[in-house]
């Protein structure tokens, strides 16, 4: 599968090797490095070889490429907890306009390391649920 880039991606120009960068993992669809910003000591990036904005705009074939990469990485540090997390949209809180992946570790309860989520949960009654699953499945 033939890598796809735009000149004007940061990630596009790491992977092509234009701008230097701390990799730990390379296969022939992605590439995996230390973030320079980190939310905790050893947070990965992975970055498909393929420039797409989004999930849904990446073909099968690099996404089943990431979370063997996730899993190793996540190992070879000893991560006992961690997340595995991608952002769609910059309103979702994706701020290069690349699919990307990020493995963080959390390895404390702090909130001073790792990422911090809060998780505004809304109820919905057993009718809405069951309305919203028909839309979904007449669409899949």
Request: charged share 25%; with cysteine.
């Amino acid at each position: 599968m033939a890598a796809k880039y735009i000149t004007s991606c940061i990630f596009c120009r790491i992977l092509k090797g234009e701008i230097p960068s701390f990799k730990l993992i390379e296969t022939d669809l992605s590439l995996s490095f230390l973030d320079v910003g980190p939310l905790a000591k050893g947070h990965t990036l992975i970055v498909p070889k393929h420039h797409a904005e989004k999930l849904h705009d990446l073909p099968d074939a690099y996404l089943e490429d990431v979370l063997p990469i996730a899993k190793k990485i996540a190992l070879a540090q000893g991560f006992e907890n961690y997340n595995v997390l991608q952002n769609n949209g910059r309103i979702a809180h994706q701020v290069v306009g690349h699919a990307h992946f990020h493995v963080i570790p959390k390895p404390s309860e702090s909130d001073e390391e790792g990422l911090v989520i809060g998780w505004p949960a809304k109820p919905m009654d057993t009718d809405e649920l069951k309305a919203l699953r028909e839309e979904i499945l007449k669409k899949l």
